[in-house]
């Protein structure tokens, strides 16, 4: 398990803050319910509510997360119900601030 973490860790683009938001995921004609684990402007990792490795057979995705925000996204790996994604349009400084609260300026980061 320590030996993924470092290699998923490895692959994230920026910084990262812990902070689940019910998300959903659109791909092909389809709309998954997820959470995301954590999130970055440049990305993020989700959780879907069913084995989405088996499912998503392209390699982007859309992601629409609070407030009606989305983003087109690359998906960099997927491991059974997780993905990590990268945004194609980094979420910008504000808007990233406004979906963390007050985890943004904390320390708790990965």
Not at 17 to 39: M, P, R
Not at 43 to 54: K, P, T
Not at 95 to 108: D, K, T, V
Request: contains cysteine.
């Amino acid at each position: 398990m320590i030996g993924n973490r470092r290699y998923s860790d490895n692959r994230k683009s920026g910084r990262r803050f812990s902070k689940q938001i019910a998300c959903e995921v659109q791909f092909e004609n389809h709309t998954l319910g997820a959470v995301t684990i954590d999130l970055g402007a440049h990305g993020a990792c989700i959780e879907a509510s069913l084995n989405i490795h088996r499912l998503v057979r392209q390699a982007e995705i859309r992601i629409i997360l609070a407030n009606s925000m989305s983003r087109n996204a690359r998906i960099v790996w997927s491991s059974g119900t997780r993905m990590g994604l990268n945004f194609t349009v980094p979420i910008r400084r504000t808007q990233l601030e406004a979906l963390l609260g007050s985890e943004f300026g904390s320390a708790n980061h990965r």
